[in-house]
């Protein structure tokens, strides 16, 4: 008997239950690759990202070709070159602070990037996931650059700038 009187759980949705939680514990712990647009460039990232960001600034406006981009950032020990090489370009940003660019040298597609102000951290570009069931991202910056006809969810955080942090002293 179940503590309200009805039945207890059986065998089989104890197990079904068992089964839905390894499933989930599995795939946070399962690589997911990012690739570029024609394959030649691979990076493998493990575990979850410590956060994913929307952005508007128009930076990120030219490098996208879209009104935004989206970056989920993990630590730098956690992304690896699965497969290729990239070429590189250093910019610097509306937040002050350098970023270096990842792309393939082939389509020119920018899979990753090492952002100076977060120097512990590589952000990546979530469309390289080309996976509709990556996490969604938590916070939105620089939305004084917003397009003005785009409207995102209330719950989501949203910062006019980026939100202040420091690079790290050398």
């Not at 009805?6 to 712990?29: E, K, M």
């Not at 024609?38 to 879209?66: F, K, M, N, W, Y």
């Not at 397009?147 to 790290?168: G, N």
């Amino acid at each position: 008997m179940g503590r309200r009187g009805g039945p207890g759980p059986t065998a089989d949705s104890l197990h079904l239950g068992l089964q839905d939680f390894t499933n989930r514990f599995q795939l946070r712990d399962m690589p997911r690759d990012a690739a570029c647009q024609c394959g030649q460039l691979v990076i493998r990232c493990s575990g979850e990202p410590a956060g994913i960001s929307l952005c508007h600034c128009l930076d990120c406006q030219r490098r996208t070709g879209s009104v935004f981009g989206v970056a989920a950032f993990f630590a730098k020990e956690k992304v690896t070159i699965a497969k290729g090489s990239s070429t590189q370009f250093r910019r610097g940003s509306d937040s002050g602070f350098d970023i270096t660019f990842h792309f393939c040298c082939v389509c020119g597609s920018t899979i990753w990037w090492e952002p100076e102000r977060l120097a512990s951290m590589v952000g990546v570009a979530v469309g390289a996931f080309a996976d509709p069931d990556f996490p969604a991202p938590k916070q939105a910056t620089w939305d004084k650059r917003q397009h003005r006809w785009l409207h995102l969810p209330d719950e989501m955080a949203s910062h006019p700038q980026s939100p202040v942090r420091t690079a790290p002293q050398e």
